[in-house]
């Protein structure tokens, strides 16, 4: 078992930013690939950023792509998401995930074996 536990929501204004962190115990070598996810309410959860704790190759979505940075200190076992130029459409409740295969989708949330419990990011206009 991966037990993941986020930090770093709150409440920002349009333009600012935040930094979300991930820290995993348990079974970390389960945890190859992290992601983080992200569900507004009333839509479906989709996909932000992952990153291969391995390789340290990285993927965006097109909708954050150039704003936010994944990064990781395999050190301590922490992934970090770095959220800049921070949008109203960007206010979610952001997820950390972890799965053990690489080099499949990383997009596709039912790939992800274990979650945390989401942190809360409101941008307000």
């Known amino acids: 078992q991966v037990q993941l536990v986020e930090s770093g929501g709150g409440l920002v204004q349009a333009g600012g930013s935040l930094r979300l962190s991930c820290v995993a115990s348990?079974?970390?070598?389960?945890?190859?690939?992290m992601g983080w996810f992200r569900q507004a309410p009333g839509k479906e959860r989709e996909f932000v950023a992952a990153?291969?704790?391995?390789?340290?190759?990285?993927y965006y979505s097109d909708s954050v792509k150039g704003r936010f940075t994944i990064s990781r200190d395999n050190t301590k076992s922490t992934v970090y998401l770095q959220m800049n130029s921070l949008k109203p459409e960007d206010t979610a409740v952001y997820y950390c995930?972890?799965?053990?295969?690489?080099?499949?989708?990383?997009?596709?949330?039912?790939?992800?074996?274990?979650w945390g419990q989401g942190t809360q990011v409101t941008v307000s206009s």
């Open positions: 990153i291969n704790r391995n390789s340290g190759v990285t």
């Open positions: 348990g079974r970390t070598f389960s945890s190859n690939v």
């Open positions: 995930a972890a799965r053990s295969t690489s080099g499949i989708s990383y997009s596709r949330s039912g790939l992800y074996n274990y």
